[in-house]
C-alpha cells in the first residue's frame, strides 16, 4: 500500500459505523461469533466496520479473540 | 475477597454448562464463590500480563510498572464482573464475556500511564513526520507533496477547533486515542466520533480539490 491509498483508506468513513460505546457494548458477543467461525461481519455489519476502523477498539477486538483462542486449547 | 453486591441472580435458560457453572458459583455462598473468585482472578491476570506486555513497549512502558498495571487490571476487572454479574445474558459464554472487562481495564490504565512519559507532545505540530506514517516515500516527494499541503489546508479551514486539537494529537503527533481522551476529559467514544467527523470533512474536501477520487476503491 503506498501513501496515497493509505491516506485515503484513513479518512472514508463507513455510515455503518456504530462507533466505540456499541462495539465494546457487544464484542464478547462478536468475538464468540468469530471463534466458532460465523460470519459475524454479515451479522453485524456496524461493528465490523468500526473494528476496521478504529485502532484501540481493533486492537481489544484482537485481544479478546486470542484470550478465547489461547484458553480454548 | 470480600462479597460485593452479593445477590442471588437469575441464571439465563440456555447457558452453555460451564456458564451456567460460573453463575452458579459466583452467585452462591462461602467457599466456593471464594475459590470461584481466586480462579477467575488467575484467568484474568494471566490475560492482562500478556495483553500488558504486548502493548507496554510501544507506550514504553515495562518492568514492575507494567506487572503493577496488569495485576491492578485484573483486580479491577474482578470488581466490575462481581458488580455486574446481574447483566450477563448468556449472549456469549461467560468467560468471553469476563475477559472483556480485563482487556478493557489493560487498555484504560495503558491510556492513563501514557502522561507519564517525559517527552509526549501535543501542543507541537510535527507535520514532517506525517509522510512517513502514511507511507510516503521520499524519493516520490514530487507526487505527493500537493496531496500533503492540501490536507494541511483542509484540516484548518474545514475542521473546527476540537476536530484540529484532536486530529493534530492522534494523527500529526502520534498520541494513543485512549490516551487522548484521558487528557481531555473525555472517552474513548466521543474522541473516535470527533475523529470521525473529522476524517469525512478532511476526505471531502481532498475530494472537492481533485486530490482523491470519489469513488469506493480509492488509489492504488
Known amino acids: 500500500m503506498n501513501g496515497w491509498s493509505a491516506l485515503d483508506r484513513f479518512l472514508r468513513t463507513d455510515p455503518r459505523d456504530v462507533g466505540c460505546a456499541k462495539a465494546m457494548e457487544m464484542l464478547h458477543v462478536y468475538v464468540d461469533l468469530v471463534a466458532v467461525g460465523g460470519d459475524a461481519e454479515e451479522r453485524y455489519p456496524g461493528i465490523a466496520a468500526h473494528l476496521r476502523a478504529c485502532g484501540p477498539c481493533g486492537e481489544d477486538f484482537e485481544a479478546l479473540l486470542a484470550a478465547v483462542r489461547e484458553t480454548a486449547d | ?220
Not at chain 2, 135 to 162: K, Y
Not at chain 2, 201 to 212: D, F, I
Request: proline share 5%; hydrophobic share 45%; aromatic share 8%.
Open chain 2, 1 to 220: 475477597m470480600t462479597a460485593v453486591n452479593r445477590v442471588v441472580y437469575e441464571i439465563p435458560a440456555r447457558l452453555d454448562p460451564e456458564s451456567a457453572e460460573w453463575l452458579r458459583v459466583l452467585g452462591g455462598p462461602g467457599a466456593g464463590r471464594e475459590a470461584a473468585l481466586a480462579r477467575l482472578h488467575e484467568m484474568l491476570l494471566g490475560i492482562a500480563q500478556r495483553e500488558a506486555r504486548r502493548r507496554g513497549p510501544r507506550l514504553l512502558i515495562a518492568g514492575p510498572e507494567l506487572e503493577d498495571l496488569a495485576y491492578q487490571a485484573a483486580a479491577d476487572a474482578v470488581m466490575a464482573i462481581t458488580v455486574k454479574l446481574g447483566q450477563f445474558r448468556g449472549e456469549s459464554r461467560f468467560t468471553t464475556w469476563a475477559y472483556r472487562f480485563v482487556i478493557l481495564e489493560v487498555s484504560a490504565k495503558l491510556g492513563r500511564h501514557f502522561w507519564r512519559r517525559p517527552d509526549v507532545p501535543l501542543e507541537a505540530e510535527d507535520w514532517d513526520r506525517l509522510p512517513d506514517r502514511f507511507g510516503f516515500e521520499p524519493a516520490r516527494e514530487s507526487e505527493w507533496r500537493d496531496l500533503l499541503a492540501a490536507l494541511r489546508r483542509a484540516v484548518d479551514t474545514e475542521l473546527t477547533a476540537r476536530q484540529r486539537e484532536v486530529f493534530i494529537a492522534i494523527v500529526v503527533n502520534d498520541v494513543p486515542l485512549d490516551a487522548l481522551a484521558v487528557r481531555l476529559g473525555s472517552n474513548r467514544n466521543a474522541i473516535y466520533k470527533i475523529m470521525f467527523d473529522a476524517r469525512r470533512k478532511l476526505r471531502a474536501a481532498l475530494v472537492a480539490n481533485g486530490y482523491l477520487d470519489d469513488d469506493d476503491s480509492g488509489r492504488s
